[in-house]
């Protein structure tokens, strides 16, 4: 298992770089705890971000081998296109906030500690 201080280097680092088009040329930004953030997101918020993805590919694991056990007919691959499903769809609804390159890091960790 991975210390939880540690962040793998394949967990998406994300970067706030963009423009908007127009006249006047205007940047992207995101704001975080009263400040605006533009570029490299600073390390605190990755690992925050690490830690409850983390956590997450954890429980999902934990459901994916409670359903295996609960309905052994069911395989490992329905039983995981199922959370992912869900997943996809609490993203979809605004319930979790989850980007792409985090979706795709969260899936192959949870399918990592399933197995």
Known sequence: MIEKHEIPD?????????????????????????????GVIPEEIVRERYLVIEDLAQQLALCCSRRAIEDPSWSFQHDFETMCRGVRQRIAQGIWSISDPEYEWLIRRTKAIFE
């Open 10 to 38: 394949d967990f998406p680092r994300g970067e706030l770089f963009g423009a908007a088009a127009g006249s006047r040329t205007e940047m992207l930004v995101q704001l975080h705890d009263r400040f605006y953030l533009c």
